[in-house]
C-alpha cells in the first residue's frame, strides 16, 4: 500500500523551530517533485514549499520565504521542510505531496498540480 507519512509537527512557541520530514511507504521520491503545504481551520489549503526532482529549484510564498527551507534526501528517501522563526500565523495541519509527472527543474505551489497526499502532521505556535 502506498503511504506518504509526515512527521515532525508539535507544538512549539513563537520564534520557535520545527523541521518537518516526508518519507513515502511503497515507492522513492527520487523521481518526484514535492510540496509541502498547510491549512488551518476555515482556511484553503496553501503551498508553503515545493522543490523539483534533481532540487534545484525551490519556490516559496513570500509568507515564509526567509523563515522555510526545504531539502530532499533520495538516499534516504525524505524530504524535509525547516521552518525557523516560527509565528502563531503558521499554525495549520502541514501535508506534504508529491507530483508524479514533474517537469525538468519545476515545482509548483499549486496544490493542483500534486497526486499524492499524506495525511499531515500538525504544527501549533503558542506561547
Known amino acids: 500500500q502506498l503511504r506518504l507519512v509526515e512527521s515532525g509537527g508539535g507544538l512549539v512557541q513563537p520564534g520557535g523551530s520545527l523541521r518537518l520530514s516526508c518519507t513515502p511507504s511503497g515507492f522513492t521520491l527520487a523521481h518526484s517533485a514535492v510540496g509541502w503545504f498547510r491549512q488551518a481551520p476555515g482556511q484553503e489549503r496553501e503551498g508553503v514549499s515545493c522543490?523539483?526532482?534533481?532540487?534545484?529549484?525551490?519556490n516559496y510564498p513570500d509568507s515564509v520565504k526567509g523563515r522555510f527551507s526545504i531539502s530532499r534526501d533520495n538516499a534516504k528517501n525524505t524530504v524535509y521542510l525547516q521552518m525557523n522563526n516560527l509565528g502563531l500565523e503558521d499554525s495549520a495541519v502541514y501535508y506534504c505531496?508529491?507530483?508524479?509527472?514533474?517537469?525538468?527543474?519545476?515545482?509548483?505551489?499549486?496544490?493542483?498540480?500534486?497526486?499524492?497526499w499524506g495525511q499531515g502532521t500538525q504544527v501549533t505556535v503558542s506561547s
Open positions: 522543490v523539483s526532482v534533481g532540487g534545484t529549484t525551490t
Open positions: 505531496a508529491v507530483d508524479w509527472r514533474p517537469g525538468p527543474d519545476f515545482c509548483t505551489l499549486h496544490k493542483g498540480r500534486y497526486e499524492f
